[in-house]
């Protein structure tokens, strides 16, 4: 499934980082008694927002867990410090499940001309980050 998205962004698959289980926990709120498996991807640079996490939740757990990614994207959007580029892009942020699976989807940098106004960022974010969801979908129908 995560290869299946990494290949519909191709080069414009920007997350390049493993994030561990300590980050996960402490500043995403997942802990590893919430899921079976996970993979993670964040920016190397700090200056990138491009994130990507896929959670197979315990039964039982999805709903926590997607509590915990959505806490953690009202943190981005109230609270964090971003570049102005980047604060235009997080409310396209996506935090959705299918059962037991659920993802955290920052996949929001424009691939070609850089938009002209935040509302064009926008746009452009929401536009580049559903191509995860509509990859996953596929998945589950």
């Given at each position: 499934m995560?290869?299946?998205?990494k290949k ?6 920007l997350?390049?980082?493993?994030i561990?289980?300590d980050v996960?926990?402490e500043q995403y709120g ?6 079976e ?5 964040g920016p190397m ?7 990507f996490?896929?959670v197979?939740a ?17 943190y981005l959007?109230d ?9 235009a892009?997080i409310?396209?942020t ?8 659920v ?7 424009p691939q070609?001309?850089e ?14 980050n559903?191509i995860?969801y509509?990859?996953i979908?596929k998945?589950?129908?």
């Amino acid at each position: 499934m995560v290869a299946a998205v990494k290949k519909a962004y191709g080069d414009g698959y920007l997350p390049n980082m493993t994030i561990d289980e300590d980050v996960l926990a402490e500043q995403y709120g997942i802990k590893k008694n919430m899921y079976e498996e996970v993979i993670a991807e964040g920016p190397m640079l700090s200056f990138q927002i491009d994130t990507f996490i896929a959670v197979k939740a315990k039964d039982g757990k999805a709903e926590t867990v997607k509590a915990a990614m959505e806490k953690y994207k009202q943190y981005l959007l109230d609270e964090s410090m971003q570049y102005p580029m980047n604060a235009a892009k997080i409310p396209a942020t996506q935090v959705y499940n299918f059962g037991n699976y659920v993802f955290f989807s920052m996949l929001v940098s424009p691939q070609g001309e850089e938009p002209e106004s935040e509302e064009a960022y926008l746009e452009a974010a929401k536009k580049q980050n559903q191509i995860a969801y509509d990859t996953i979908a596929k998945f589950f129908s």
